[in-house]
């Protein structure tokens, strides 16, 4: 099943949620929509499921066109962040709803809707919580209870919405692996919204980022952290260090000082220097791009975080290797081994 | 209360203290509202026989008596409970203007005076009234008979059942239709399995109270209903009638069977509550 949105606009009143967003996920696929809250990719997931309707735009699912049908029609799976599971109901009685109130003339009898559940309670490992109210499990297991629910109508698509939004970290790294894993088993087209950019890296075949309503890059997770393609999503993702630079004459400028970095290519005016952090490289005084003084150290594991002062005034963050231990009052030259400069 | 319990209890650490001051103030408070009261009633009726007693209450005009007011207060309890929760619907989901002033209405029978209340409506389903000449015209005859009763009774029972429901149903997350919707259910479905047995704990408180109200009502009720003996005579005047005779131990034998009888249908209504509770646990 392939899903694919056309130039979707929606609006709240005077704020533009989605701004033209164009989408296609292939069959077997599961993309995560990685963005800031309010880059509009909880209001994309919700429209492809049929929860809310765009102001403009296609949405086709295998093809079909979807806004013709309501979220019932349209089969897809839904899990909310809040699990929404039915407080009412067993464990059981949740995952069986779906299989429950399909039309008479489709309807599994009892002991067929007792199998298929029983089968996805094996799938998500909780088979020994069938008669229990969603009260009295944890977090983690009423997500995966809402997942069963969602997968127990066989949906075209599945989507879901910061699906480990509300779990403490351990738990979501667990879940993590577990949800990948399940995918690779189902292999149903998958979009999950998130703005963790670690799960979205560690989970998805690729990643769309978002912000402001708009798509800022569509890649796979090595694509969107090694070869960012705007200013926000390198800022977005991994820790990076930005500096506001000049470029003139195939100069850049920090302030009134020439950086030796290329600048071939480059666009003049106001720029944007991007480095990560464990790019900036360490060295004697007077050995790099920029000259620094060290005014705070921490060890972090394998790397110390240093707060250092440039030359010209501004503090910023470096992660160093511990081999080469750094002191408080240190001179240090600066030179970043990979970096990138956006204009604006 | 043994006073050595609650001395012992109270010498005891606690991290909430007072506890042997705030029972002991609920205990005597309660007793002497409540219970002191109740149980005078009982022994008042104990001066009759049970001969006499059971006489009494099976007399024609008591059973009428009896009848008419828990028949026609679980009738109109009924009716609270499905009007008041579309009310109860249409305030909570929806946003429209004057809904602050019609949310504000509801409350106009707990507050109005039950005797304002039964001249209101008596003026307005009289055979020349407002409402009242078009119902006479269709056959309908509304004051001064059980209907004008359980129009009365309607009136008064209302604000229980959408106060009860209301913030039950406010804090119902939206969330968990659009995953009743997204799992294939029609709205009708959804409203029937996911929506209504989670609201059933308030609805059955609601429905109680607006039982119990419509009971015990007086004031409205005798303005409006003729009071004609074994037609449209409640209880409760039947109680003031023997009263004004002097016949106490008629008055109180008849205020028991009331009291026993609203005590095992709230009693049910709360086992019944617990059991809806238990199905839906706190989070």
């Known amino acids: 099943m392939t899903i694919e949105v056309k130039n979707l606009v ?42 809310d309707w765009p102001d403009a735009g296609e949405v086709l699912i295998n093809g079909e066109d979807a806004l013709a049908q309501g979220a019932r029609e349209r089969h897809v799976g839904f899990v909310f962040q809040h699990y929404a599971l039915f407080r009412h109901m067993t464990v059981f009685e949740n995952i069986a709803f779906g299989l429950r109130v399909q039309p008479r003339a489709v309807r599994k009898d009892e002991a067929a809707i007792r199998a298929r559940v029983k089968e996805l309670l094996d799938l998500v490992q909780l088979d020994w919580l069938s008669d229990r109210y969603p009260s009295q499990l944890s977090g983690g297991q009423r997500q995966r209870i809402a997942l069963a629910r969602a997968l127990a109508i066989e949906p075209r698509i599945l989507l879901l919405d910061e699906p480990f939004g509300a779990l403490d970290a351990k738990v979501r790294k667990e879940l993590r692996k577990w949800l990948r894993s399940l995918h690779h088993e189902i292999n149903v087209t998958s ?20 912000d402001k309503g708009r798509i800022e890059q569509i890649g796979s997770p090595d694509d969107v952290y090694e070869r960012p393609a705007s200013a926000f999503v390198h800022g977005f993702i991994g820790e990076s260090i930005e500096l506001p630079v000049q470029v003139e004459g195939g100069v850049v400028r920090l302030g009134d000082r020439p950086l030796a970095l290329a600048a071939d290519g480059l666009a003049p005016g106001a720029s944007r220097l991007f480095v990560r952090r464990h790019d900036m490289l360490v060295g004697p005084p007077g050995s790099g791009a920029f000259e620094a003084a060290v005014q705070h150290v921490r060890n972090f594991g394998p790397v110390q975080r240093a707060e250092v002062v440039l030359s010209g005034g ?4 470096i992660d160093a290797p511990r081999d080469k231990e750094l002191r408080v009052g240190d001179a240090i030259g600066l030179e970043p081994r990979r970096y990138r400069i956006f204009a604006g | 209360m043994n006073g050595g319990l609650v001395s012992a209890l109270a010498a005891r ?46 007399s ?7 009848r008419v007011s828990f028949g026609l207060a679980f009738a109109a309890a009924c009716v609270n409970l499905v009007m008041g929760s579309i009310v109860v619907w249409a305030l909570v989901r929806y946003r429209f203007p004057g809904r602050r002033l019609f949310d504000a209405i509801v409350d106009v029978p707990f507050a109005l005076p039950t005797a304002v209340a039964g001249v209101a409506l008596t003026a307005l389903f009289a055979e020349k009234g407002w409402l009242g000449a078009p119902l006479a015209a269709l056959g309908l005859k509304v004051a001064f008979t059980p209907v004008g009763i359980f129009v009365a009774m309607i009136f008064i029972g209302i604000p229980f059942v959408v106060r009860t429901v209301q913030p039950v149903l406010q804090d119902l997350d939206p969330e968990i239709e659009e995953a009743a919707g997204s799992l294939g259910a029609s709205r009708w479905q959804t409203i029937i399995r996911v929506i209504l047995p989670s609201l059933a704990p308030a609805l059955l408180t609601g429905f109680a109270l607006a039982f119990a109200r419509a009971v015990g009502e007086y004031g409205s009720v005798i303005f409006i209903a003729g009071n004609l003996p074994n037609v449209s005579e409640i209880a409760p005047l039947l109680i003031v009638i023997r009263l004004s005779e002097f016949r106490y131990a008629d008055a109180t ?30 989070r």
């Not at chain 2, 034998?253 to 209504?269: R, W």
């Open chain 1, 314 to 317: 501004r503090t910023i963050e």
């Open chain 2, 13 to 58: 650490r606690r991290t909430l203290p007072g506890f042997g001051l705030t029972m002991g103030l609920t205990l005597s408070w309660l007793s002497v509202i409540i219970l002191i009261p109740l149980a005078g009633l009982f022994l008042k009726s104990l001066e009759l026989s049970p001969e006499q007693f059971w006489n009494i209450l099976t």
């Open chain 2, 60 to 66: 024609r005009r008591t059973l009428n008596a009896l």
């Open chain 1, 191 to 210: 979009i999950f919204v998130t703005h963790d950019q670690e799960e979205a890296l560690e989970v998805a075949n690729r990643v769309v980022v978002m």
């Open chain 1, 10 to 51: 929606k609006t709240f009143g005077s704020f533009r949620a989605l701004d033209g967003v164009d989408l296609k996920v292939e069959s077997g696929e599961l993309v995560a929509l990685l963005g800031p809250s309010g880059s509009g990719k909880t209001t994309l997931l919700r429209i492809v499921a049929g929860l």
């Open chain 2, 253 to 282: 034998a008849i205020a028991v069977v009331m009291l026993v009888v609203s005590f095992v249908v709230i009693f049910a209504v709360n086992r019944l509550q617990r059991w809806a509770q238990s199905r839906i646990p706190a």
